[in-house]
């Protein structure tokens, strides 16, 4: 009877201990940056910022904040030199830039980012291509950036290759 009162209690210490784990914690900071991002979602959209880049920089900014081990003592004692610390920002970082594509462009007038598209072509819209289908998204669409195989470009040099707009998205 007594071994399975022990046992009770160990098993119950190691869940309570599996539960306030690093990846616990971490899958906490995911909600939140989710629920961040939700809540921007207008404003992250019109920046072309997708929710799967927001997340992975908001986890970043929190890792940096919060560091999840401390650091290991100084084996010996040689002399402790003080880093100087960064000032902290008076204001909010940059959003981050739009991803970067899943597999490297192939084709003429294809870029793996946004921003390398926007300065090929100042004047145009700049469109995902997913190469696999040869349909083209606007920046306002969910799929935007997300697709497996895929590349930033201009809608004109896209529709002069022979892609096509999705049929249910219309032009910015």
């Known amino acids: 009877m007594r071994l399975h009162l022990v046992m009770a209690i160990c098993a119950a210490a190691i869940g309570v201990t599996a539960l306030s784990s690093p ?3 971490q899958q ?3 909600k939140a940056c989710e629920d961040e991002w939700r809540a ?3 404003e992250n959209q019109k920046a072309g910022i997708t929710e799967k880049a927001y997340v992975e920089k908001c986890r970043a900014e929190s890792a940096v904040v919060a560091p999840a ?3 290991a003592p100084a084996a010996t004692k040689a002399p402790q030199v003080k880093e100087p610390t960064p000032a902290p920002a008076a204001t909010k970082a940059p ?3 739009a ?3 899943k597999t490297a462009p192939t084709g003429a007038n294809q870029f793996s980012t946004e921003a390398a598209a926007k300065a090929h072509c100042p004047s145009d819209t700049v469109v995902w291509l997913n190469t696999a289908s040869k349909i083209f998204h606007f920046a306002s669409s969910k799929d935007y950036g997300k697709t497996k195989a895929g590349a930033y470009m201009c ?3 896209s529709l002069a290759a022979g892609n096509r707009a999705a049929k249910n998205e219309k032009q910015p």
Do not use: G, L, N
């Open 40 to 42: 921007k979602r207008a």
């Open 69 to 71: 081990t401390p650091p």
């Open 23 to 25: 990846a616990y914690t």
């Open 95 to 97: 959003q981050a830039p």
């Open 155 to 157: 809608e004109k040099d």
């Open 99 to 101: 991803p970067a594509a």
């Open 28 to 30: 906490k900071m995911v």
